[in-house]
């Protein structure tokens, strides 16, 4: 069964330390994979995504995530947090079965940073 | 350029009622889906339009409706609305479909909240 996990549903994290959120997805097929970040009474926005190449892909606001097709994850790391990123992130699956684009989510994991 | 844009963003019918939401993809744009956010389902796949084809339905019942328009804009309906509809329900656009474009990644409104009273 294809599916994705965020087993995280809250990770307290004070400013300026790093944080790391999880996803995990099981699929028999190739997979594109995605983080979506979302802010209050907002949409979802893309943070990054992973489609082929490079294992490593990383944001304009300095957050990355590794595929680590092995272990069928997708962490989102970033260093050293701060106030503003504080929001909900999503972490997605496109499986690639020869149907069309649709985002498979997972359930969410808040992030909360504090002083 | 403008976002995806999504009207309206408030609304509240009555049990029973049906509702129309209404979605302006990004220019250019010609993939639309639709999600349904909840706080006890998350983030669901409703539908995927593409040239104004249904290319994808997820497992709603057929009270949920879509269609798309020549100029890649979307609208979804819900009859006979339920309590249980009540939810943020998300656009988003995405260039185009297939193999090669695959995971260009969606682009998605603010969100119209829908609650049903």
């Known amino acids: 069964a294809q599916s994705v996990t965020q087993l995280d549903s809250q990770v307290p994290v004070f400013e300026e330390a790093p944080v790391e959120l999880r996803c995990n997805y099981s699929?028999?097929?190739?997979?594109?994979l995605f983080w979506y970040v979302q802010y209050p009474n907002q949409g979802l926005q893309l943070l990054l995504k992973?489609?082929?190449?490079?294992?490593l892909v990383e944001s304009i606001n300095g957050f990355e995530a590794e595929f680590n097709k092995s272990q069928t994850s997708f962490h989102l790391r970033k260093p050293s947090v701060h106030i503003s990123d504080t929001a909900e992130y999503f972490c997605?699956?496109?499986?690639?079965?020869?149907?069309?684009?649709?985002?498979?989510f997972g359930t969410g994991t808040q992030l909360k940073v504090e002083l | 350029k403008a976002g995806v844009t999504q009207t309206p963003r408030y609304l509240i019918k009555t049990r029973g009622q049906q509702v129309t939401l209404s979605c302006s993809p990004i220019?250019?744009?010609?993939?639309v889906s639709w999600y349904q956010q909840t706080p006890g389902q998350g983030l669901q796949f409703l539908f995927e339009?593409?040239?104004?084809?249904?290319?994808n339905k997820g497992n709603f019942p057929g009270r949920f409706s879509g269609r798309q328009f020549s100029n890649s804009r979307s609208e979804m309906n819900v009859s006979t609305l339920e309590l249980g509809d009540s939810a943020l329900y998300l656009c988003?656009?995405?260039?185009?479909?297939?193999?090669?474009?695959?995971?260009?990644?969606?682009?998605f409104g603010s969100g119209t909240r829908l609650t049903v009273v």
């Open positions: 339009y593409f040239s104004e084809t249904q290319r």
């Open positions: 997605a699956v496109t499986f690639l079965t020869g149907g069309g684009n649709k985002l498979t």
């Open positions: 988003a656009s995405s260039l185009a479909m297939g193999q090669g474009r695959r995971g260009y990644g969606y682009t």
């Open positions: 992973y489609l082929s190449g490079s294992t």
């Open positions: 220019s250019g744009h010609r993939s």
């Open positions: 699929s028999s097929v190739s997979v594109y």
